[in-house]
Nanobody
Framework: EAQLVESGGGLVQPGGSLRLSCAAS????????MRWVRQAPGKGLEWVAT????????DYTDSVKGRFTISRDNAKNMLYLQLNSLKTEDTAMYYC?????????RGQGTQVTVSS
């Protein structure tokens, strides 16, 4: 059974950084298109970034381009999201997923709160 477990969230001041991790198991991670999505309070799920197998090319939603970096370690079955220059509007629960909308595969999430 596929399982995704997110970690690494926390409380950070505006302009700060965090690194989120996602441990994957139960499927062939190295062949999977992986995504990070987020859900801000009172809002729906928002796609954040995608990383592709093979060349690890990536796509980002416009609001995080140049600030967030998605990466993967296929040897460890791990997915990462480096969050830099955080803004208050980045506050959300962050999830990793190996499917597209509605991202049913996502784990329990990790909370990122950006506040001074």
């Amino acid at each position: 059974e596929a399982q995704l477990v997110e970690s690494g969230g926390g409380l950070v001041q505006p302009g700060g950084s965090l690194r989120l991790s996602c441990a994957a198991s139960g499927f062939t991670f190295s062949n999977a298109v992986m995504r990070w999505v987020r859900q801000a309070p009172g809002k729906g799920l928002e796609w954040v970034a995608t990383i592709y197998p093979g060349d690890s090319s990536a796509d980002y939603t416009d609001s995080v381009k140049g600030r967030f970096t998605i990466s993967r370690d296929n040897a460890k079955n791990m997915l990462y999201l480096q969050l830099n220059s955080l803004k208050t509007e980045d506050t959300a629960m962050y999830y990793c997923a190996d499917d597209g909308p509605p991202y049913s595969s996502r784990g329990q999430g990790t909370q990122v709160t950006v506040s001074s």
